[in-house]
């Protein structure tokens, strides 16, 4: 998929303050340590479905 | 799906977001790490990743976004590039069930399989069967809806797609419960005239969109109480405007 250069940049310079991985790119792999309702065991589960991961805290 | 993600205690996660936020989606513990590696500096933060495992967005995506998504996603289970799993393949791309199963049975009968190739046949067979069961959940649903016409129209096609197999038997029974309802049955005869009164007419061209209002009309009064009625009185009123 072909990604507009100024949009990269802007993600890459908002990545750099306060944006999360930018649009595009592959998301990293990263280990379960465990889960609850039912969750996947491993990333690699979750290859070839649509994911929407929310990054978030009880704080 | 949606998973959640955090790095705090199971204990904690369990407490906050399932019992008192009342979450029902997966939630995976991490290491504090993962943040760094993502970028993550704020809480919450939402990522969505397409079916090639690319992050597409931050942010909650729309309807019209997941179902773009949603396209690419094959429903094709993962097995290795072989000649020997080609026809397992085609059957699963063509969802020739009926296929699967047989292919998978006699791929699970042949004594010298060795640990993968049993793994994934195991693994393929649970996957018919969770569709097996969506499937069937869903006709029980249909069996049930009063839109008879809509119903009709998606029974057949499960009939069609799992001929041979258990879902097919349990459509063809709801559809044989469509059949003997007269309230049913009143109003698939209604939609049936409907479609062909349409097919008569082309509604770009003035006089025969005229016509069609005025039939259209007649359509609605004589099938009174009928949702086909409903549908061609707003279509008489929309084209006449």
Do not use: C
């Amino acid at each position: 998929m072909l990604v507009p250069i100024r949009s990269v940049a802007v993600a890459l310079l908002f990545a750099a303050a306060t944006l999360a991985q930018a649009p595009g790119q592959a998301a990293p792999a990263f280990e379960f340590l465990g889960g609850l309702n039912d969750a996947p065991k491993s990333f690699a589960e979750l290859e070839g479905k649509v994911v929407i991961l929310d990054f978030a805290r009880t704080w | 799906m949606l998973i959640g993600v955090s790095d705090e205690e199971e204990s904690l996660i369990q407490d906050v977001f399932l019992s008192k936020l009342g979450s029902k989606h997966p939630w995976v513990r991490i290491q504090p790490s993962v943040d760094t590696l993502y970028g993550i500096t704020g809480f919450p933060t939402v990522l969505v990743l397409d079916a090639s495992g690319k992050v597409v967005q931050q942010g909650m995506p729309s309807e019209a976004t997941l179902e773009r998504l949603l396209q690419d996603v094959s429903l094709v289970p993962k097995m290795p590039d072989e000649p020997r799993f080609a026809p397992l393949r085609s059957a699963w791309e063509k969802t020739d069930y009926l296929k699967v199963r047989d292919l998978l049975a006699k791929l699970a009968a042949d004594p010298k399989l060795d640990e993968a190739t049993k793994a994934l046949v195991t693994g393929q067979q649970e996957e018919l069967q969770k569709r097996t069961d969506r499937v069937l959940a869903r006709i029980a649903e249909l069996g049930a809806s009063t839109d008879f016409a809509m119903a009709d129209e998606k029974l057949e096609r499960i009939v069609a797609t799992w001929r041979g197999l258990p879902p097919a038997d349990a459509a063809k029974k709801a559809l044989a419960g469509i059949a003997a309802n007269p309230a049913a049955k009143k109003e698939l005869a209604a939609a049936k005239s409907l479609a062909k009164l349409r097919a008569q007419f082309d509604p770009s061209r003035i006089a025969q969109r005229r016509k069609l209002v005025e039939e259209l009309a007649k359509f609605a009064k004589k099938h009174e109480g009928t949702k086909a009625a409903a549908e061609a009185l707003a279509e008489s009123e929309r084209l006449g405007r």
